[in-house]
Each structure stands twice: as structure tokens, then as C-alpha cells.
């Protein structure tokens, strides 16, 4: 059985931090850049009009200059910046998980290429009440808490 070994964990590790510190490397060269990302899984705080959110294609590209450059920040899981959209320039944080990244542009040349795909974390479902108390009995001292009736 063949593991595809771009879409590890080991992988995806890799490159997320790839990925941040090539962006952290443009930030402090002050160098503009753009980056191709699979609009599935972009955020944009306000929501945008559905009209323009229907004009996107599957995968979209952000031009970071001017004041979307300058709003643009970066943690170890998500790229945001501000940008406006449409003919009335709606304005919008847009948030995209780093590996939902898949180019990272300077001017024409693509410097990072990311051939993982991005997968939301599964949240964690709360505890049920006899999961709960399995864990509770599992310790034998709290077993001696318990009275029978």
C-alpha cells in the first residue's frame, strides 16, 4: 500500500511552516507578494455580498499590496489582511488557514508551492456521561467515593 506522502501529518507540518516563514521573510523585506488560495476555506469578517461572493472561482488570488499588505498579519495557523471587494470597495478581513495556501507569488515567480490539501480539524465532541464516569471509575480511589444504595 503506497502513502501519500504529501498529505502526512509529518507533511502538512512541513509545510505550514514553510509556508509561515516564507511569508514572515516578505514581511520583513517589506516586499509585496500575492498568494493563490482555495477560497472553500477562506473567511471574510464582515460576510461578503453574495453577488460577489459568487464571482469567486475555486481557487482565488489575493494581491497583498498597498493597504492589504499593511494590514496583513500572520500566526503559525492563519494569514488575514483587509482588502475591499467589488465596485463599491466592500471592505472585509479576510482569514485563510496557512495551508489552504497553495502559491505564494512574487510578482510572476511562484516561491512556495503547496501540494497538501488543507482538512479542518475535527472538533472534539463533549464527553458523554458514561464516558465520564467510566473515567471516573477507572481510578480505584474514587471507586471508595461511591456509595451503594
Do not use: W
Not at 507540518?13 to 488560495?37: D, P, R
Request: glycine residues 4%; proline residues 5%.
Amino acid at each position: 500500500m503506497t502513502i501519500n506522502l504529501l498529505q502526512t501529518p509529518e507533511y502538512k507540518t512541513l509545510m505550514k511552516s514553510h509556508i509561515f516563514q516564507t511569508i514572515e521573510y516578505l514581511f520583513s523585506k517589506n516586499q509585496e507578494f500575492a498568494v493563490a488560495c482555495e477560497i472553500a476555506h477562506v473567511s471574510f469578517t464582515p460576510a461578503l455580498p453574495k453577488e460577489i461572493e459568487a464571482s469567486f472561482q475555486e481557487t482565488v488570488l489575493f494581491i497583498i499590496s498597498g493597504y492589504a499588505f499593511e494590514s496583513a498579519s500572520i500566526d503559525k495557523e492563519y494569514f488575514s489582511f483587509e482588502a475591499g471587494f467589488g465596485p463599491d470597495n466592500y471592505g472585509a478581513t479576510v482569514t485563510v488557514p496557512l495551508l489552504a495556501i497553495h502559491q505564494v507569488l512574487l510578482g510572476e515567480n511562484p516561491i512556495v508551492f503547496n501540494l497538501s490539501r488543507y482538512e479542518e480539524e475535527k472538533k472534539r465532541e463533549a464527553t458523554s456521561k458514561k464516558s465520564s464516569m467510566e473515567a471516573l471509575l477507572n481510578n480505584p480511589e474514587n471507586k471508595k467515593l461511591l456509595k451503594k444504595k
